[in-house]
């Protein structure tokens, strides 16, 4: 159900169109006709643009833009600045865009979607579940908007979600490349990077080294570095803020907690966009939270802190509703992802010693994955 066209959202359109750029031009900038209006680029000169999300993702699909066949294409523009389906031909007009090709952003929203989900499975593996890591890793790509929004258009979550759950899987053993998994994450999502520095120290003091966090952070660290490079370069600002809407600046100083707290209940709760509601599986695992916290390792504890600081983050910077056509909610999706260990042993530790919690839990996947076919079928 990945999108190859029509009614591509134009937050993910642009990491396509970077993308394409960087791999045929040899530049991040747009020229010309084929610039999206504000917030989603920032107009630097007359005919350059430049778009505002981290390169993370665009580098991840400029390979594919390498040897991939086809040219751009004029499609219309909608009135609210989305993108609509391609029409080759005829004259460019103001009501048009010239856009790339959209199959490497099927392939690559799939594909990324798709390998997190398996390296899920298998560190659920390492708490020795068996088939229950094998059916929890299907129920993490089909019963959440992995499969409706992850795995649709190439958004940053795709990627970003890839790279968190490698770094998760080599941090067991394998430090260095862990935290270069997680400095890519980082390069694709910016605030991933507080999951990276919650599982370096989960390992440290779990190990009682302090080698593992060290190793973690210096992978982390030169993503980081990489993305302040870019932002200095493009932009002319080592800020990593520099280019996003002032807005959402503006909301990481704010006192406004009513506001805050707001927008976390909408989070969770809203029904068009609330995770609880669209992942009502999620309910049934929070009562073994705490049997599931005192049969984590370290490092398991240490990333779902992360991931409940970076879903604290994200809400405090962006209102729960992106304003966007995507069904239900999508900014969870990272912090899923750290969560999930967590969640994993929430189920063998609670739920599957439980028969009614067994049913009950059975009952809300069901639905999840109802949901969640539902939207994917819709945006296809």
Same mark, same amino acid.
């Given at each position: 159900?990945?999108?190859?066209?029509p009614?591509y959202?134009?937050?993910?359109f642009?990491?396509?169109?970077?993308g394409?750029?960087?791999?045929?031009e040899?530049?991040?900038?747009?020229?010309?006709d084929s610039?999206?209006p %504000?917030?989603?680029m920032?107009?630097?000169?007359?005919?350059?643009s430049?778009?505002v &999300?981290?390169?993370?993702?665009s580098?991840?699909?400029?390979?594919?833009?390498?040897?991939?066949?086809?040219?751009?294409s004029?499609?219309?523009?909608?009135?609210?600045?989305?993108?609509?389906?391609a029409?080759?031909?005829g004259p460019?007009g103001?009501?048009?865009?010239l856009?790339?090709p $959209?199959?490497?952003?099927?392939?690559?929203a799939?594909l990324?979607?798709?390998?997190a989900m398996g390296?899920?499975a298998?560190?659920?593996?390492?708490f *020795? *579940?068996?088939?229950?890591?094998?059916?929890?890793?299907? #129920? !993490?790509?089909?019963?959440?908007a992995?499969?409706s929004?992850a /795995?649709?258009y190439?958004?940053q979550?795709?990627p /970003?979600m890839m790279w968190? =759950?490698?770094?998760?899987?080599?941090s &067991?053993s394998?430090q260095?490349w862990?935290?270069a998994?997680f *400095?890519? =994450?980082?390069?694709?999502?910016?605030?991933?990077l507080?999951?990276a =520095? /919650?599982?370096?120290?989960?390992? @440290?003091?779990g190990?009682?080294r302090?080698k %593992?966090a060290?190793l973690?952070?210096m992978g982390?660290l #030169?993503g980081l570095?990489?993305?302040?490079?870019?932002?200095?370069?493009?932009?002319? @600002?080592w800020s990593?803020?520099y280019g996003?809407d002032p807005?959402?600046?503006g909301?990481a100083?704010s006192?406004d907690f009513g506001?805050?707290?707001?927008? +976390?209940l909408?989070? +969770?709760?809203? %029904?068009?966009?609330g995770l +609880?509601i669209y992942?009502?599986?999620?309910?049934?695992?929070?009562?073994?939270?705490a /049997?599931?916290?005192r !049969?984590?390792? @370290?490092?398991v504890r240490?990333s779902?802190?992360g991931g409940?600081?970076?879903?604290?983050?994200?809400?405090?910077?962006r209102? $729960?509703n992106d304003e966007?056509t995507?069904?239900g909610y999508r900014y969870?999706?990272?912090?899923?992802?750290?969560?999930a260990p967590l969640l994993?042993?929430?189920?063998?530790?609670?739920?599957?010693?439980?028969?009614?919690a067994?049913?009950?839990?059975?009952?809300a996947v069901a $639905?999840? #994955?109802?949901?969640?076919?539902t939207? &994917?079928?819709?945006?296809?």
């Amino acid at each position: 159900t990945a999108s190859w066209g029509p009614g591509y959202g134009v937050d993910a359109f642009t990491m396509l169109q970077t993308g394409y750029h960087i791999a045929n031009e040899g530049t991040v900038m747009i020229e010309g006709d084929s610039r999206v209006p %504000p917030p989603w680029m920032v107009q630097l000169s007359e005919v350059r643009s430049v778009g505002v &999300a981290p390169p993370g993702a665009s580098l991840l699909v400029a390979p594919v833009y390498v040897v991939w066949p086809g040219a751009q294409s004029e499609i219309p523009r909608s009135d609210h600045g989305g993108i609509r389906r391609a029409s080759p031909g005829g004259p460019r007009g103001e009501g048009t865009l010239l856009v790339p090709p $959209f199959g490497p952003g099927a392939l690559l929203a799939s594909l990324t979607t798709a390998v997190a989900m398996g390296l899920l499975a298998v560190i659920f593996l390492t708490f *020795g *579940g068996g088939w229950a890591a094998v059916v929890g890793g299907l #129920i !993490a790509g089909l019963g959440t908007a992995a499969w409706s929004i992850a /795995a649709h258009y190439y958004w940053q979550h795709g990627p /970003a979600m890839m790279w968190l =759950a490698s770094g998760m899987y080599l941090s &067991a053993s394998h430090q260095v490349w862990a935290g270069a998994a997680f *400095g890519a =994450a980082g390069l694709t999502r910016p605030h991933t990077l507080v999951i990276a =520095a /919650a599982t370096g120290i989960g390992r @440290s003091i779990g190990e009682r080294r302090w080698k %593992p966090a060290l190793l973690i952070g210096m992978g982390s660290l #030169i993503g980081l570095l990489v993305l302040l490079l870019y932002q200095k370069q493009v932009f002319g @600002s080592w800020s990593l803020f520099y280019g996003v809407d002032p807005e959402y600046s503006g909301r990481a100083t704010s006192l406004d907690f009513g506001w805050y707290g707001r927008n +976390l209940l909408n989070a +969770l709760f809203h %029904p068009q966009k609330g995770l +609880l509601i669209y992942a009502p599986f999620l309910l049934v695992l929070i009562p073994g939270i705490a /049997a599931a916290w005192r !049969a984590a390792p @370290s490092w398991v504890r240490g990333s779902a802190l992360g991931g409940l600081v970076y879903l604290l983050v994200q809400y405090k910077l962006r209102t $729960f509703n992106d304003e966007s056509t995507a069904f239900g909610y999508r900014y969870p999706l990272e912090a899923m992802i750290a969560l999930a260990p967590l969640l994993f042993l929430s189920y063998t530790e609670w739920v599957r010693k439980r028969r009614l919690a067994r049913w009950a839990f059975a009952v809300a996947v069901a $639905f999840s #994955i109802a949901f969640q076919f539902t939207g &994917a079928i819709e945006s296809f």
